[in-house]
């Protein structure tokens, strides 16, 4: 199995993952004061969603580059289903916001 994509080493890809998931723990989308508050599950995705899809892609890369491809997979899929919620929880926000 080759442990590139594009040319670019897996664990590289992994640690600018795991850069941008740090960079959205400080960055997601702050809620608007005069907005009534947020459901606790669509606050949940909206506050942690994003930062744990990057986190998922890179222990995807991770184990995909030490062989473990069904695992790798299956943090992949993860990832691809909680980023489908992350976008569903932030245009319903976008839309009660906009209301």
Not at 9 to 25: D, E, K, R, S
Not at 73 to 89: H, R
């Amino acid at each position: 199995m080759d442990n590139t994509l594009f040319g670019v080493p897996l664990a590289v890809l992994g640690f600018i993952c795991l850069g941008i998931a740090l960079t959205y723990y400080f960055i997601w989308p702050q809620p608007n004061p005069q907005d009534p508050p947020r459901p606790a599950g669509r606050g949940f995705v909206l506050r942690w969603g994003h930062m744990l899809v990057w986190l998922l892609l890179a222990g995807a890369c991770f184990a995909a580059g030490r062989g473990i491809g069904a695992f790798a997979a299956l943090l992949g899929v993860a990832g691809l289903l909680l980023y489908i919620a992350f976008l569903a929880a932030i245009f319903q926000d976008r839309k009660i916001a906009a209301k």
